[in-house]
């Protein structure tokens, strides 16, 4: 397990490490130059607990939603979704909960990290506290999408008692601000969902990353930001180590980049071999999760099993009747404008994604900045000719009812006219009446 996928040619020499390979990093970690490792993880890392990671098709926890009937598999963690319905998350909720579950290998590496002095600092995206549960001091963790640890109301920001929260939680039900009827509001983990914003603590503690001299890199897909930009901040020349499944960001592109591509717990065990660690991880490990828990992890077996989606039948008659339509006006474009009016009814949620985008980007690399500005850019052309072809339609609706009023009177003079003798100002004689 080594250098496997690298973008970086095998002629060009490693400016820090003997070489691109584990035994390098080994060797690099045991000469005490790597003295402040930071490490950034990700879902991958807790798979072999049973917990399955978000994004991996067919075993992903976004493939495997069927059960709880979501618009779309990422509404569960999304804000303004669980204020209409709070549900699903907390039917969800019951299979994650911290307690369920026990520490990795690979957790459990990093907790001897910080046991020998060597953790700088610890990034990671999980939200499952079994960096908590192998050790690692909470002063060294930095849960940069928040976790189960804690809980409060989303109105008056009360926090919630852990065991009443606990207790909801083990019935799937949805839980309130223990201020009663003064607040009412919904209870929510404190969990980064959708359309809020990171904890102050991840902009506070991100610059550490600039001074490692080890980064780690482990079980994730760095899909999210601004967690995703993170490994771009290592200074060049520091060595970078991704154990994953793939190659992922800009991972393998530096000289002193190592890939150890494959099942993360496996990577970590040789690397602890190369360390001499072995003996200690193992014992460590398996005194915390117990010798039976420490089997089902060796043996790959699944603790959850969601039920696979199941796509439903399209309904025979689908079109909407026509016959209402048949005295509508008709437009040169009324058939193309119909069909992106739900489109148009998006207008307050782009709006929204506007204003959030400075606060989703902040600290992110220039290259970002600028595809999400085009992206931005685009959005809001299609708004404005949307906005624009809606405001077509209205004003053709509004010239076509005038018309009509027009027409409406210009019939009506009509018939009068026909009955009319003689008229002047103030004086008005039908056909058939005397001449005065």
């Known amino acids: 397990m080594g250098q496997d996928q690298s973008v970086i040619n095998d002629d060009t020499p490693s400016e820090t490490l003997r070489e691109r390979s584990l035994a390098?990093?080994?060797?690099?970690?045991?000469?005490?130059?790597?003295?402040?490792?930071?490490?950034?993880?990700?879902?991958?890392?807790?798979?072999?607990?049973?917990?399955?990671?978000?994004?991996?098709?067919?075993?992903?926890?976004?493939?495997?939603?069927?059960?709880?009937?979501?618009?779309?598999?990422?509404?569960?963690?999304?804000?303004r979704f669980f204020e209409k319905n709070p549900k699903p998350f907390y039917v969800l909720a019951k299979d994650l909960y911290p307690g369920n579950f026990h520490p990795t290998v690979s957790h459990v590496f990093i907790s001897l990290l910080a046991k020998k002095g060597l953790l700088h600092q610890l990034f990671t995206q999980n939200i499952d506290c079994l960096e908590r549960a192998a050790g690692i001091p909470?002063?060294?963790?930095?849960?940069?999408?928040?976790?189960f640890a804690s809980q409060r109301c989303i109105e008056c920001k009360t926090s919630y008692p852990e065991d009443l929260m606990r207790e909801h939680v083990a019935r799937a039900d949805v839980p309130r601000c223990i201020r009663g009827t003064e607040c009412?509001?919904?209870?929510?983990?404190?969990?980064?969902?959708?359309?809020?914003?990171?904890?102050?603590?991840?902009?506070?503690?991100?610059?550490?990353?600039?001074?490692?001299?080890?980064?780690?890199?482990?079980?994730?897909?760095?899909?999210?930001?601004?967690?995703?930009?993170?490994?771009?901040?290592?200074?060049?020349?520091?060595?970078?180590?991704?154990?994953?499944?793939?190659?992922?960001?800009?991972l393998g592109t530096q000289a002193d980049d190592v890939l150890a591509l494959g099942d993360c717990d496996a990577g970590v065990r040789e690397l602890a071999d190369l360390l001499g660690w072995?003996?200690?991880?193992?014992?460590?490990?398996?005194?915390?999760?117990?010798?039976?828990?420490?089997?089902?992890?060796?043996?790959?077996?699944?603790?959850?099993s969601f039920p696979v989606r199941v796509k439903k039948p399209k309904s025979a008659n689908t079109k909407p009747s026509q016959k209402a339509h048949k005295k509508a006006p008709r437009h040169p474009q009324w058939g193309r404008l119909a069909k992106k009016e739900r489109r148009i009814k998006q207008q307050s949620h782009l709006t929204r994604f506007i204003k959030s985008m400075p606060t989703y980007l902040m600290g992110q690399p220039l290259d970002t900045?600028?595809?999400?500005?085009?992206?931005?850019?685009?959005?809001?052309?299609?708004?404005?000719?949307?906005?624009?072809?809606?405001?077509?339609?209205?004003?053709?609706?509004?010239?076509?009812?005038?018309?009509?009023?027009s027409q409406k009177l210009r019939r009506r003079i009509r018939r009068l006219s026909k009955r009319v003798r003689f008229w002047a100002p103030g004086v008005v004689i039908l056909k058939g009446e005397p001449l005065a």
């Open 24 to 79: 390098a990093v080994a060797e690099y970690i045991k000469s005490g130059q790597a003295r402040r490792v930071v490490v950034m993880t990700g879902a991958g890392i807790s798979t072999a607990a049973g917990i399955p990671d978000f994004r991996s098709p067919e075993t992903g926890l976004y493939a495997n939603l069927a059960k709880l009937n979501l618009p779309e598999p990422e509404a569960v963690f999304d804000l």
């Open 138 to 147: 909470s002063e060294l963790i930095v849960e940069a999408h928040g976790s």
């Open 184 to 250: 009412g509001g919904l209870v929510k983990p404190d969990i980064v969902f959708f359309h809020e914003a990171l904890p102050s603590l991840f902009y506070e503690r991100k610059d550490l990353v600039e001074k490692a001299d080890l980064a780690l890199v482990m079980g994730t897909s760095l899909q999210v930001h601004p967690f995703a930009g993170l490994p771009n901040y290592v200074p060049e020349g520091v060595p970078r180590v991704l154990f994953n499944m793939e190659r992922v960001g800009s």
């Open 278 to 304: 072995r003996e200690d991880l193992e014992a460590e490990w398996r005194s915390l999760v117990g010798e039976e828990e420490a089997q089902r992890q060796l043996s790959g077996r699944k603790k959850l």
């Open 369 to 405: 900045w600028m595809m999400m500005s085009k992206i931005l850019a685009r959005r809001k052309k299609l708004l404005a000719k949307e906005m624009c072809q809606q405001k077509e339609v209205t004003a053709y609706l509004e010239r076509t009812k005038k018309r009509q009023r």
